[in-house]
């Protein structure tokens, strides 16, 4: 932590190593096939949730491991960590998306609080895991923020400085 290394990666690799009782070079590959899988796991459940499309959900969940993209981090280029760190992108959006929902419906001020703290918590395992995916999926929530809060119906300022102010509380 000192030389700005991420032990997110590592810290996941030894403690699956340690609970599973294999060696290290198994629970990798172990993270890096399912890192793949559990991140189109979370694409599934975001579009079903957002959407409450089955049809979709389950073509988003399908074609992301089907792409060949998602296995060029892997196999191609090597970069483990980043395999590992999109695991936190799709249940960050999600529950970035229900604490927007929350906030311009004006409902449970503890749900708010729940989904803020799972939010910055993904997004804090994000960073750990790796710094570049963790920066890109907070300026991506910026973003979601900003036009989430623009296309809602209502007053257009105060909405988009609730939704750039929430975005922005994640943020620091």
């Known amino acids: 932590m000192i030389q700005g290394t991420q ?5 996941i690799t030894v403690i699956t190593s340690k609970l599973f009782f294999i060696d290290l070079l198994q629970a990798m ?3 890096e096939f399912l890192s793949v899988y559990l991140t189109a ?35 191609e280029i090597g970069t483990y960590a980043q395999a590992l760190a999109f695991i936190f992108f799709p249940p960050a959006f999600l529950t970035f998306d229900l604490l927007l929902s929350e906030i311009f419906n004006g409902k449970r001020e503890r749900r708010i609080i729940l989904w ?7 997004a804090g395992l994000a960073i750990l895991t ?3 995916v963790g920066t890109i999926l907070l300026a991506s929530l910026l973003i979601y923020g900003l036009v989430f809060s623009l296309v809602i119906p209502g007053k ?3 909405n988009f400085l609730l939704g750039s102010g929430a975005s922005l509380l994640i943020i620091f």
């Open 7 to 11: 032990i997110g990666a590592p810290l």
């Open 29 to 31: 590959h172990l993270w």
């Open 41 to 75: 796991l979370g694409i599934f459940v975001f579009v079903w949730v957002k959407f409450k499309n089955w049809v979709a959900a389950v073509l988003a969940g399908i074609f992301y491991p089907l792409s060949n993209a998602s296995w060029a981090w892997l196999a």
């Open 116 to 122: 803020f703290l799972l939010t910055t918590f993904l």
């Open 130 to 132: 790796h710094l570049l």
């Open 156 to 158: 257009k300022i105060k």
